[in-house]
């Protein structure tokens, strides 16, 4: 068996979005990521903030981080996948934690 890998995936929301559609996103993203083998440990809106640069013809979003543990992939290349084609996530990256 593998041994889980720590990841931290950062992302922005749009601005414009309720704040029931906004948890039911954040939800289903969530849901993604464990029903593709990864524990997440911690998923919380980190803060509205402006951009240094228009997004999507926005100016500010909601970032939102998931800290979570995964043993492969899976997880990881669904939430890529699906976050690109959803309209409601302007930008997210994926980084590998060392700790």
């Given amino acids: ?3 889980s890998k720590k990841y931290e995936i950062t ?3 749009r601005p414009d979005i309720d704040d029931a559609a906004k948890t039911a996103l954040v939800d289903r993203f969530d849901k993604i990521l464990t029903d593709n083998g ?3 440990i911690d998923s919380k809106d980190w803060s509205k903030r402006r951009f ?3 997004i999507g013809g926005f100016n500010e979003g909601t970032y ?3 800290n979570l543990t995964a043993t492969d992939d899976a ?3 669904e939430f890529d996948r699906l976050s690109k084609i959803n309209d409601d ?3 997210h990256m994926i980084v ?3 700790d």
Avoid: D, G
Wanted: glycine fraction near 0%; proline fraction near 0%; aromatic fraction near 8%.
């Fill in 38 to 40: 990864a524990q997440v």
């Fill in 11 to 13: 992302y922005i929301v």
């Fill in 1 to 3: 068996m593998s041994e």
């Fill in 89 to 91: 996530i302007l930008r």
């Fill in 64 to 66: 939102h981080i998931v």
């Fill in 52 to 54: 240094a640069y228009e």
């Fill in 96 to 98: 590998k934690r060392e």
């Fill in 75 to 77: 997880a990881l290349n």
